[in-house]
């Protein structure tokens, strides 16, 4: 499993017509499917008149996804939603687009369409994070050691957390899990105590 992933870094609305129908695309950073149906609720009681609420969302830790039509045709709004995030190649948000209904039928390719343009352009508006699995290693570093240890920090795949001085100085780093074993062997060539991984 990677280690890195992009996400949104925070909330952005888009909103445009198509024949007659209003699109409103929402998304969203969140980390857990609570989180996402305790923000879906908010949007669904701030746009009570709207005619559908469709969704989807992408977590990166279970490697979880969800979707729903909300009252649409089977499969032509939460699975092109859905699409949308995944063709953005992002995890950890949430994407809601809401419909007024126009008085215009848009077909089931219309309407998959109109969902899943309106999820890509909302996520072409987004401000985007990258984000990393870290191990964190702590070990112990004699005063001697120090610049060879300091060398080792290379953010963002090395990050140094803390540095403790005492008799016996211990640090803790965040380290990229694809490289966590790398690391680790590497204190241990130095003659570094390792405390926990």
């Keep these: ?22 699109f409103m695309g929402i998304a969203f950073p969140v980390t857990a ?24 969302f992408r977590l990166f830790a279970e490697a979880r996804s969800r979707s729903s039509d909300a ?17 953005a190649a992002l995890h950890d948000l949430g994407v809601a687009v809401v419909r ?9 390719g219309g309407l998959s369409r109109a969902y899943r343009e309106t999820a890509a352009e909302t996520l072409k508006t987004a401000k985007l994070l990258d984000r990393y699995v870290y191990e964190r290693i702590r070990v112990r570093v004699p005063f001697a050691m120090l610049s060879n240890v300091y060398r080792m920090v290379q953010p963002p795949d090395v990050v140094l957390v803390e540095e403790k001085f005492a008799e016996e100085n211990e640090f803790v780093f965040d ?17 570094l105590v390792v405390l926990s991984r």
């Design 175 to 191: 380290v990229r899990a694809s490289i966590a074993g790398a690391f680790t062997k590497r204190l241990t060539e130095l003659r």
């Design 1 to 22: 499993m990677s280690d890195h992933y992009r996400t949104l870094g925070e909330r952005v609305e888009l909103s445009h017509k198509i024949e007659r129908s209003e």
């Design 100 to 108: 007024w209904y126009g008085g215009v039928k848009l077909g089931t």
């Design 33 to 56: 499917e609570d989180a996402f149906f305790a923000e879906l609720q908010q949007i669904q009681k701030q746009h009570f008149d709207a005619t559908h609420h469709c969704w989807a």
């Design 71 to 87: 009252g649409e045709p089977s499969g032509t709004a939460g699975k092109p939603i859905l699409a949308a995030i995944e063709g």
